[in-house]
């Protein structure tokens, strides 16, 4: 069973190279500049493995590109009724993330940024054979 907690986080930025070393500066984050699909991504490590939050950071598309958290759901489709349900608005609908899992980001009702994040299941084991 999912937590329901914060996974991951994002922030657009208007110059990722300046905004990350403000975060490197204050908080001691490391970035790393990969790309991802179509864009230039910052991986952002905030803490060690199992102690801190990993997000991302991009360049800003718009003036409505804000910060976002993702919170872990088991079943993505089911927490996209029950947000909408509540009050929530889609933002941007449900989407694969290959090999990672799947997004939808949407809105409070009061604007704020939320975004949800159910991850693919683990590749199966390979089974090694064992000599008799």
Request: hydrophobic share 35%; aromatic share 12%.
């Amino acid at each position: 069973m999912v937590t329901k907690t914060i996974v991951h986080f994002e922030i657009p930025a208007n110059d990722p190279g300046s905004l990350s070393k403000f975060y490197s500066d204050i908080f001691g984050w490391k970035f790393k500049k990969e790309q991802m699909s179509d864009i230039d991504y910052w991986t952002i490590t905030t803490g060690p493995r199992g102690k801190g939050i990993f997000g991302g950071m991009y360049k800003r598309t718009g003036a409505t590109d804000l910060p976002r958290n993702y919170i872990a759901v088991d079943k993505i489709d089911k927490s996209i009724e029950t947000f909408k349900n509540a009050g929530g608005r889609e933002v941007v609908g449900k989407a694969e993330i290959p090999t990672i899992g799947w997004s939808f980001i949407g809105a409070d009702p009061e604007g704020n940024l939320i975004a949800l994040f159910q991850a693919a299941p683990p590749p199966p084991k390979k089974k090694v054979k064992r000599k008799k």
